[in-house]
């Protein structure tokens, strides 16, 4: 079955500097990559997604990045704020097929 | 914005006993599903519902879980004889249309906490 794996666990940055979060997936027919930030001890969020027929989406601050050869894609949140500190997960999946998450990468975000 | 509604937000059972967490789906959604998160650990899917049957499920959900839809708007998780280690944040979240083509939408959560 899919396995997605997620670097780094803990990521802190400077307010104002960019964080880069990255997954791989490990099965080619995955074709559907959501990200989600989840709060302490709130719902996870659809932040963005992207479908393995583009290589590339952005909205504001928040990009996501896809390499199918390579089996990677990537979250890139730019002019970072405090209220981005949060966990974020990445998923993948297959039409009709369950979302499998990776282990979550904690952003602080220091001001 | 329409949301997915949990309750209740937190359940208290002792080891043994049955438990029924409910969910009220996005109205115009058609498919449904319940994840598991453990305390610091990563959401894991525990099963999808559509056409009133279950199309998916996870190793997780064994013999003990049960889903149903038992009205036009409830979905509801059932835990038949809970273990302590049925402890965990339990998501509902439902989708437009297939689950692998658009993205799913979760409620607040059910913090499920067994003595």
């Known amino acids: 079955g899919e396995n997605v794996e997620q670097h780094p666990s803990t990521l802190s940055v400077q307010e104002g500097d960019s964080a880069v979060i990255k997954c791989t997936y490990s099965d080619s027919a995955s074709n559907y990559f959501p990200w989600y930030k989840q709060e302490l001890g709130k719902r996870p969020q659809l932040i963005i997604d992207i479908r393995s027929n583009v290589g590339e989406k952005k909205d504001q601050r928040i990009a996501v990045t896809l390499n199918k050869t390579a089996k990677h894609f990537s979250l890139h949140i730019t002019e970072t704020q405090p209220e981005d500190s949060a966990v974020y997960f990445c998923?993948?999946?297959?039409?009709?097929?369950?979302?499998?998450f990776g282990p979550g990468t904690r952003l602080s975000v220091l001001p | 914005e329409p949301e997915v509604t949990q309750t209740p937000s937190h359940q208290v059972t002792q080891m043994g006993q049955e438990v029924i967490l409910r969910c009220v789906p996005i109205?115009?959604?058609?498919?449904f599903y319940w994840y598991r998160q453990i305390l610091g650990q990563k959401v894991e899917f525990l099963v999808s519902?559509?056409?009133?049957?279950?199309?998916?499920k996870s190793e997780i959900f064994d013999d003990q879980f049960s889903v149903e839809r038992p009205d036009g708007s409830n979905f509801t998780l059932k835990i038949r004889s809970t273990k302590l280690e049925d402890s965990a944040m339990y998501f509902c979240?439902?989708?437009?249309?297939?689950?692998?083509?658009?993205?799913?939408?979760f409620g607040d959560g059910t913090r499920l906490s067994i003595l």
């Open positions: 998923a993948a999946s297959m039409s009709g097929q369950n979302f499998v």
């Open positions: 519902f559509y056409n009133n049957e279950i199309s998916e």
């Open positions: 979240a439902s989708s437009a249309m297939g689950q692998g083509n658009q993205p799913q939408h």
């Open positions: 109205s115009n959604h058609l498919y």
